[in-house]
C-alpha cells in the first residue's frame, strides 16, 4: 500500500513535532497535575519547585496575560487550575526548564494543599443532580406515544459503552518558538491550527496575526487532538511568551493515556416495539452523555449520536433525547465516529432484543428495516440513496447470510466446547460537520517554473491519505503526473480560518477547494494559450502532461506550457475556497438537511468462543462498502481495515477501569488493550461497484470514520456465540464485551 510518507514512516524518518531540529536555547515543560478528581486548591507554592537545579521559571493561572480559558464551544476549561480542580490530571502549574528530566522531577517540589471533595463518576448521577452540560435534545419523527399499543412487540433495557483511549502513535505535542515582533510560532500536533492558534491569542491577550501554527504531520489522531491538542500548545505558548525562549512540551505516553480525554462513555435507556412481521415501528432512546469535567466537543458529539439514533434503518416512530452529563474525568472528546457509534451500539442492542422476543435472526430485522431512498431521518432529512439495501443485497450475494447461519448452527451442533456466532452491521453515517458553518475550506495552489506543484490546504495528514487523495485531484484536474504534486504542511498563514480535518470531510472539503484553484490556474493558462493561437479555449487540454488542441498534440509538454506562461507573466498561483452546498440545519426545529450525503456499508462478523477458557475471537470480517468511485483504492481499504479494527478493540478488549476516587487505573498499554496482529481476523473488503455519484470529490465518498462502526458487530457476534453455549443466558449490553465478561457469563 502506498501512502505519501510510507517511505518516510518506514525508514523512521517522517518528522513529527517531537523529531523539529530546535533552536538554540529551547526549554522543556512539564505540566503539574491534580491529584485529586473533585477539590479546592488551597495553596500552591511554587519556590521550592523553581529552586530546583535547571528549573527556569513555574507558571500557574495568575500569570497568564490574556484569558485563562480555553473551552471551544463553551467557555468552561481553564488553561490551568485557578482554584476549583475537576480531576485527576488537570494542569495546575507548568515547570519550565532547561531539560525535560529537570522538569519532571521539580513536579515534586511544589507545595499543594487541596480540600477534596468526593468525586462523580456517573453520568446518570450527574443528571440527576442537575449537572449537566447545555440543555437535554430531543430529535422526534412521528408519534411514539400512539405507536406502542399497535405494536406485536415491545422491549426495553438499558445498554452501556465504554470509553476508549485514543492511542494514537504520536503523543500530545507542541514547541513554541517566540517570534522578534512578539508574537508566536507554534509547532502543534494538532487537527485544529487554527483553533490552537485563536486558543493561544485568547490566553496571550494577542491578535490572532500574532500567532502562526504549523503543523507538518501528525502520527494518528482520531479526534484526539481535534480538541485537545490545544491546552499543550497553549502551555508551551505561554512560557515561550513570557520567557522570550523556544519551549516544547511532549507528553510521556502515560501522562497522555491519564490526562486527555477519550471517547465518551454512553449509558443509554431504549424501548423498541416491532410489528408481527419484524417491521420496526418505534423507538424511544434517552442517552446519557459522561463529558467529563468540561464541555469540550461534548454538545457537538452528543448531537451526532442524535443523527445516528436510527443508524442504517428507516423507523416511522422516533423520540431521541440526548443529555450530557457533568463528571469529574478528564473532558471526554472527539474519537472517530464522534457520538454516532454510541448510538449505533444502542439500536443493535434493542434490535437484538427484539430478535430473541420474536424467536427470529437479528439479520431479518436489521434487513427489512433498511433505510430506503426518499424515506425520511428523524432530522428532516430524506435519504437520498439506495445504498444501504444495495451493500446488504451485495453482501448477501457473496456471502450467502443464510448459508452462514447454517454453516455455524452445524458447526456449533457438531463442537460442544467451541461455539461460533455471527451479526451482520449495516453503517450509515452522516457526512459534513453537523455545525454547518465548518463545512469550508480553502486551497493555495503554486505552480513552479519547473512545472511542479506545491499544495496548502487546512487539511492535516494524520496517516489517513488525505494528502495523496489531494494531490490525486490536483494531478487529475491539471492533467499532469502525480509524483509532480507535493503537499505542504498546514500552516495558519497560508490558509486561514481552517476547520479541523475532521468528521471525515477532510479530502471532500479541501479537495474541492484545490480542484477550484487548479482550475483557476488552468483557466489562465488555457485563455493565454487560446489567444497565441486563435483558438478557442475550449479546445485546449492537458492530458498525461501534454498539451492538446481539439485531438491534436500541440508538441507542447507541460513544463514548456509553464516556463512560457511564466515569460508572459500568467499567474501560476491561486487561492480558492469550498463550501458545501445545499446543507442546513435548523436547531430550534432540529430539523434540516446537515448532510452532503451518508457513508454506507455493511459488514458481517464471525465470532467464536472458547469454552473452556472463556476467551471469544473474531475469526472474519466481510464487508461492502460504498466509496463511490476511489480516488486510492488501497488507502480507501486501509482506512477500512483500520476503522474496523479500532472498532472491535473499543467493543470487546479495551476497557477504561478508574479507582472509586476518579483515577484511571488502565494508564499503560499493560493493562489497556487494543487489539494486535494476533486478534487480527480475516478480512474481507468488497467496494460498492457502480455506485451512485455522490457529492464527493471527483465522485468519491469518505470513507475515515464509517468502517470503525462495522466492529460493533463484534459485540453481538460474541453474543450470538455466548447464546449457542446458553441459550438461556440473559441478554446484556455492557461494551466492552472483554475476555473476563465473556467468562463470566458461560458461568
Ligand atoms: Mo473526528 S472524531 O470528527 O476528529
Given amino acids: 500500500m502506498k501512502h505519501d510518507d510510507a517511505l518516510l514512516h518506514l525508514r523512521g524518518a517522517a518528522r513529527y513535532v517531537r523529531d523539529i531540529p530546535v533552536p538554540q536555547g529551547t526549554l522543556h515543560a512539564a505540566p503539574v497535575p491534580s491529584p485529586v ?3 479546592k486548591i488551597r495553596r500552591l507554592d511554587a519556590s521550592a519547585a523553581a529552586e530546583h537545579e535547571g528549573v527556569i521559571a513555574v507558571f500557574t493561572a495568575r500569570d497568564i496575560p490574556g484569558q485563562n480559558q480555553i473551552g471551544n464551544i463553551i467557555p468552561d476549561e481553564p488553561l490551568l487550575a485557578a482554584e476549583d480542580v475537576e480531576y485527576i490530571g488537570q494542569p495546575l502549574a507548568l515547570i519550565v526548564a532547561d531539560s525535560l528530566e529537570a522538569a ?13 471533595f468526593p468525586p462523580r463518576l456517573d453520568p446518570r448521577e450527574a443528571f440527576a443532580r442537575g449537572e449537566i452540560i447545555g440543555a437535554p435534545r430531543t430529535f422526534a419523527q412521528g408519534d411514539v406515544d400512539r405507536a406502542w399499543p399497535l405494536c406485536h412487540v415491545v422491549v426495553s433495557g438499558r445498554a452501556d459503552s465504554g470509553g476508549q483511549e485514543h492511542v494514537y502513535l504520536e503523543t500530545q505535542s507542541a514547541l513554541a518558538v517566540p517570534r522578534d515582533d512578539g508574537g508566536v510560532k507554534v509547532y502543534s500536533a494538532t487537527q485544529s491550527p487554527t483553533l490552537v492558534q485563536r ?20 502520527g494518528g489522531a482520531f479526534g484526539g487532538k481535534e480538541d485537545q491538542a490545544t491546552a499543550w500548545a497553549a502551555l508551551a505558548a505561554l512560557a515561550a511568551f513570557r520567557l522570550g525562549r523556544p519551549v516544547k512540551l511532549i507528553l510521556s505516553r502515560q501522562e497522555d493515556v491519564r490526562w486527555t480525554g477519550k471517547r465518551h462513555p454512553y449509558s443509554s435507556d431504549y424501548k423498541i416495539g416491532l410489528s408481527e412481521d419484524a417491521k420496526i415501528l418505534a423507538y ?37 433525547t440526548a443529555v450530557s452529563c457533568r463528571t469529574h474525568l478528564p473532558p471526554f472528546t472527539a474519537f472517530r465516529g464522534f457520538g ?20 427470529i435472526p437479528a439479520a431479518e430485522i436489521q434487513g427489512k428495516n433498511l433505510i430506503r431512498r426518499d424515506d425520511e431521518l428523524p432530522y428532516g432529512m430524506r435519504f437520498e440513496s439506495d445504498s444501504p439495501a444495495r451493500c446488504w443485497d451485495e453482501l448477501d450475494r457473496r456471502h450467502d447470510l443464510a448459508a452462514c447461519r447454517a454453516r455455524i448452527a452445524a458447526f456449533n451442533h457438531d463442537h460442544a466446547l467451541t461455539k461460533k456466532g455471527l451479526a451482520v452491521m449495516p ?5 459534513s460537520f453537523t455545525t454547518t458553518y465548518l463545512n469550508q475550506a480553502a486551497s493555495l495552489v503554486h505552480v513552479y517554473t519547473d512545472g511542479s506543484v506545491g499544495i496548502s490546504t487546512a487539511a492535516v495528514e494524520m496517516g489517513q491519505g488525505v494528502h495523496r487523495k489531494i494531490r490525486r485531484v490536483a494531478a487529475r484536474t491539471l492533467g499532469i503526473e502525480l509524483d509532480r504534486v507535493r503537499m505542504e504542511s498546514t500552516n495558519t498563514t497560508r490558509v486561514a480560518n481552517t476547520s479541523p480535518t475532521a468528521a471525515s470531510s477532510g479530502a471532500d472539503l479541501n479537495g474541492h477547494a484545490t480542484r477550484l484553484a487548479c482550475l483557476q490556474i488552468l483557466e489562465s493558462l488555457k485563455q493565454a494559450l487560446a489567444a497565441e493561437h486563435g483558438c478557442l479555449v475550449e479546445q485546449i487540454y492537458i492530458d498525461r502532461e501534454e498539451v492538446l488542441r481539439g485531438h491534436e498534440r500541440m508538441d507542447l509538454s507541460w513544463k514548456q506550457l509553464v516556463s512560457w506562461a511564466y515569460a508572459r507573466r500568467i499567474p501560476l498561483s491561486a487561492y480558492a475556497s469550498y463550501a458545501t452546498p445545499g446543507i442546513h440545519f435548523d436547531k430550534s426545529k432540529e430539523k434540516g438537511r446537515p448532510f452532503a450525503y451518508h457513508g454506507v456499508g455493511t459488514a458481517l462478523i464471525e465470532a467464536s468462543v472458547d469454552g473452556l477458557r472463556g476467551i471469544p475471537r473474531i475469526d472474519s470480517v466481510k464487508i461492502v462498502h460504498d466509496v463511490g468511485q476511489s480516488l486510492d483504492p488501497a488507502i480507501d481499504r486501509g482506512q477500512i481495515e483500520g476503522g474496523l479494527m479500532q472498532g472491535i478493540g473499543w467493543m470487546t478488549s479495551e476497557e477504561l477501569v478508574y479507582s472509586p476516587e476518579g483515577k484511571i487505573l488502565s494508564d499503560s498499554l499493560a493493562t489497556y488493550k487494543v487489539p494486535d496482529i494476533g486478534a487480527t481476523p480475516e ?7 457502480d455506485a451512485q455519484p455522490p457529492a464527493g470529490i471527483l465522485g468519491a465518498k469518505t470513507v475515515g470514520e464509517p468502517p470503525l462502526m462495522y466492529g460493533i458487530g463484534a459485540y453481538f457476534a460474541i453474543l ?9 443466558l440473559p441478554l446484556f449490553f455492557h461494551a466492552p464485551l472483554t475476555a473476563e465478561k465473556t467468562f463470566k457469563a458461560l458461568g
Fill in 104 to 116: 519532571r522531577a521539580a513536579r515534586s517540589l511544589i507545595g499543594l494543599e487541596i480540600e477534596s
Fill in 37 to 39: 478528581a473533585h477539590g
Fill in 340 to 359: 454516532g457509534p454510541q448510538a449505533m451500539f444502542v439500536l443493535e442492542a434493542a434490535i437484538t432484543r427484539a430478535a430473541a422476543a420474536l424467536g
Fill in 683 to 689: 478480512v474481507t473488503i468488497a467496494f460498492l461497484e
Fill in 427 to 431: 453503517v450509515c453515517f452522516g457526512i
Fill in 720 to 728: 450470538d456465540a455466548l447464546r449457542a453455549f446458553r441459550p438461556d
Fill in 199 to 218: 486558543t493561544i491569542a485568547r490566553v496571550l491577550g494577542l491578535a490572532m496575526h500574532q500567532v502562526e501554527v504549523e503543523v507538518p504531520r501528525l
Fill in 284 to 320: 424511544e432512546v434517552t442517552f446519557y452523555q459522561n463529558a467529563g469535567a468540561s464541555a469540550d466537543l461534548s454538545p457537538a458529539i452528543l448531537e451526532r449520536t442524535l443523527f445516528h439514533t436510527t443508524n442504517s434503518y428507516f423507523i416511522p416512530h422516533v423520540r431521541a
